[in-house]
C-alpha cells in the first residue's frame, strides 16, 4: 500500500484530494509528486528531527509547532533533487535548526522559561534522577545542546554535523569536546 | 559518567520528546494547504495592486502628457519676422506715418466696441502711411499698412503699399524717445510722425494659435539717412513706445 501511495499511485491520491468536496485539501500543492518526495524524505528523518528539536528547544508543548513551521518551509523551498543523502539530510536538518534557534530566539525575547521546575515539584521521588539527567541536559547552553544532538544522539557524521551548523570540521570536535565536558561537569 | 555523555544525552532527550500526536502529518498537509491557498491570494492582491497602480500610472500620465499633445498640435507657436519697404502718400506736400495703440481692454460697452459688442475690446497696434478717402472725405480700408491685434487671423500688412524691403531695421529704440507704457489704466497712443517719402519697418510677431501675443515692431525713413521714426514693443497688456521726438499726439 506505501509503495502504491508513495509511487505512481501518488498521482491519484493527489488528483482526489483536489477534488474533495469539503475543498479543505483542495490547495494547489504544485506537482504531486514534490508532495510524494517530500513524504518520503520525511518519513527517513522525521523520528531523529523529533528528537533534535525537542532537545534543542527542551519544551515538549512546542515540539510539534516548531517542526511543522519547519516543514512548511522545507516543503515551500524543496529543490528539485539533491546531490546525494548527505546533502538532502544536510539541507532539512539546517532548516529545522535554524527553525529551533527562531524559537529560542522568540523564547528569550518573551523572557519565558520552559516550566521545567513546576514538573519536578509534581512528580514522585523515584523519578528524581531521570529529572535530575533530563535538567543537566537543559542546564547546557544551545549551542552545546546542538553539537550532541546532531553527533551523539541523532548520530550524524562530522561533516554532516559541520554543514548543519555552518561551522568547519575542527570547530564541530572542538565544540563536541567541550559541550561533553560541560554535560559531564554538570552532571557531576 | 567519561565517555557515557552521548548515552546520557540520548536519555535525556528521550524524556523530552512528547508523545507523537496521530494527526499531526494530517495537520501538516492541512496547514500547508492553508498557507498554499493564503499565498495564492497574497499574489492575486498584489498582481490586483500592481494592475491598479499601473493604470493609475498610464492615466496620470496620459493627462499630464494631453496638454502637451494639445497644445504642440492645435496651438501652434510661430514667429513671423519680416522687413517692408511701404510708400508715405504725401499730404499737401508733407509726408507722415500714423501710428496707434492701446491695450486689451477686458470690457467696453457697444457703444465704444468697434466690434459693436459689449465685452472685451482687443489691444490693437497699426502703422498708417497711407490715408485714403473717398469723394466724401471719410478714409477708405485699408486703413493702416500693418496691423493686428489679439486676435486670431488679424495679422496685416497692406501689400498694395508695401513690398518686402531686404534691409535690415535693428528692433531697438536707439536715437528715439521713450513715450513709456501704454496699459489698461492708462490708455493708449495715437501718433504722427513726419517721415521721408518711404519708409520700412521690420516687425516681428509672436503668434500662439495665430493669435499675435507679442509683437516688436521698428520703424525708419527708408532713404539715405535712415532716421529712426518708432519702436514699439507690444503684448495685449501693455505696450512701451519710442518716438521721434518731432512726432505729435493726433488729437
Redesign the interface.
Known amino acids: 500500500l506505501a509503495a502504491y501511495i508513495y509511487g505512481v499511485g501518488a498521482d491519484v491520491v493527489y488528483a482526489a484530494e483536489r477534488f474533495r468536496s469539503d475543498g479543505?485539501?483542495?490547495?494547489?500543492?504544485g506537482p504531486p509528486t514534490e508532495?510524494a518526495r517530500f513524504?518520503r524524505m520525511?518519513d527517513r528523518h522525521h523520528r531523529r528531527l523529533?528528537?533534535l528539536v525537542?532537545?534543542l528547544i527542551?519544551d515538549?508543548?512546542r515540539?510539534?509547532d516548531v517542526?511543522?513551521e519547519a516543514?512548511?518551509k522545507a516543503?515551500?523551498g524543496l529543490p528539485g533533487a539533491f546531490a546525494n543523502d548527505a546533502h538532502e539530510a544536510t539541507w532539512l536538518y539546517r532548516i529545522v535548526y535554524r527553525c529551533c534557534l527562531d524559537e529560542l530566539r522568540r523564547r528569550r525575547r518573551r523572557r519565558e522559561s520552559p516550566a521545567a521546575e513546576v514538573v519536578v515539584a509534581a512528580v514522585s521521588a523515584d523519578a528524581q534522577p531521570?529529572?535530575e539527567?533530563?535538567d543537566?541536559?537543559r542546564a547546557l547552553a544551545p549551542d552545546d545542546r546542538a553539537v550532541?544532538?546532531l553527533?551523539?544522539?541523532v548520530g550524524l557524521d562530522y561533516e554532516t554535523a559541520a554543514a548543519i551548523l555552518h561551522v568547519p570540521r575542527g570547530t564541530l570536535a572542538w565544540r563536541l569536546s567541550g559541550a561533553?565536558a560541560r554535560?559531564?561537569e554538570v552532571?557531576? | 559518567v567519561i565517555g557515557d555523555e552521548d548515552r546520557l544525552a540520548r536519555e535525556a532527550v528521550e524524556q523530552l520528546v512528547p508523545a507523537e500526536p496521530s494527526g499531526f502529518f494530517d495537520a501538516f498537509w492541512k496547514r500547508a494547504a492553508e498557507e498554499e491557498r493564503r499565498r495564492a491570494q497574497r499574489w492575486r492582491r498584489v498582481a490586483v495592486a500592481v494592475a491598479v497602480a499601473s493604470g493609475v500610472v498610464v492615466a496620470v500620465a496620459g493627462v499630464y502628457a494631453a496638454p502637451a499633445v494639445f497644445s504642440s498640435s492645435t496651438v501652434r507657436s510661430s514667429v513671423v519676422d519680416r522687413a517692408y519697404a511701404c510708400a508715405v502718400l504725401p499730404h499737401g506736400g508733407q509726408t507722415w506715418v500714423d501710428l496707434e495703440g492701446f491695450p486689451r481692454i477686458p470690457y467696453v460697452d457697444a457703444q465704444h466696441n468697434p466690434s459693436g459688442k459689449a465685452g472685451p475690446k482687443p489691444a490693437i497696434f497699426s502703422l498708417a502711411t497711407v490715408e485714403r478717402t473717398g469723394t466724401d472725405g471719410k478714409a477708405l480700408p485699408p486703413f493702416s499698412q500693418l496691423g493686428f491685434k489679439d486676435v486670431k487671423g488679424s495679422l496685416f500688412v497692406d501689400r498694395s503699399a508695401c513690398r518686402p524691403s531686404p534691409r535690415r531695421v535693428a528692433l531697438s529704440q536707439a536715437g528715439l524717445v521713450a513715450q513709456g507704457a501704454v496699459t489698461v489704466q492708462f490708455g493708449q497712443f495715437n501718433d504722427r510722425c513726419v517721415s521721408a517719402r518711404r519708409v520700412v519697418f521690420h516687425v516681428r510677431v509672436v503668434l500662439r494659435g495665430g493669435t499675435p501675443t507679442s509683437a516688436k515692431v521698428a520703424v525708419r525713413n527708408d532713404d539715405a539717412k535712415s532716421r529712426p521714426i518708432a519702436y514699439v514693443d507690444w503684448t495685449p497688456k501693455r505696450i512701451v513706445y519710442f518716438l521721434d521726438p518731432n512726432c505729435v499726439a493726433k488729437k
Do not use: I, N, P, T
Open positions: 479543505s485539501q483542495r490547495a494547489l500543492f508532495r513524504e520525511l523529533r528528537r525537542a532537545g527542551a515538549r508543548d515540539v510539534d517542526l511543522q516543514y512548511l516543503f515551500r531521570r529529572l539527567l533530563e543537566a541536559f550532541l544532538l553527533v551523539g544522539v561533553r554535560f559531564r552532571l557531576s
